[in-house]
């Protein structure tokens, strides 16, 4: 029996300070991620890249610098692997804060911390992130 893949777009974003961290998120306890969610019905990407951050670390003064592109993965799974349920794209933009206080709002996302932008892509838990991340580094301020 196979599963049906389900197509959906998220929005997301590197989110930067003023000491040059990164924003990273935890996702239901068990992986670290950059803040992104599911674009809802009607909601312009960039929109929901800011709410996702908003929800996900409670940074919400977020000036935006640029768009950093897309890419695909699975959705991870609760073992940690990849949810072949569903496949996502994502869109990616880069914003520059000057809030430090990380308080989330989902309780899904139980935590953010602000980390070392050279330490960012070995914390993230999906290899595809990870790869994202590392692909764009260079354009980070």
């Known amino acids: 029996m196979s599963v049906e893949t389900k197509q ?20 239901r306890g ?3 991620s950059l803040p992104k969610g599911h674009i809802e019905a009607g909601e312009e990407k960039l929109a929901a890249a800011k709410r996702e951050i908003y929800e996900e670390s409670g940074v919400n003064q977020l000036e ?7 890419y695909q993965r699975y959705k991870t799974s609760i073992e940690g692997g990849h949810d072949f349920s569903e496949h996502k794209t994502i869109f990616m933009f880069l ?7 990380l308080k989330p709002i989902d309780p899904d996302n139980p935590e953010a911390r602000w980390v070392n932008k ?24």
């Not at 790869?131 to 580094?137: D, G, M, P, Q, V």
């Open 95 to 101: 914003f520059r804060t000057s809030q430090r206080e």
């Open 30 to 32: 068990r992986a670290w």
């Open 118 to 141: 050279s330490e960012a892509a070995d914390l993230l838990t999906n290899p595809k992130d990870k790869e994202f991340f590392r692909s764009i580094i260079s354009k980070l301020p």
């Open 8 to 27: 959906t777009e998220s929005a997301g974003g590197v989110v930067i300070n003023e000491n040059g961290e990164v924003l990273i998120v935890n996702q």
């Open 64 to 70: 935006l610098i640029s768009e950093l592109g897309d």
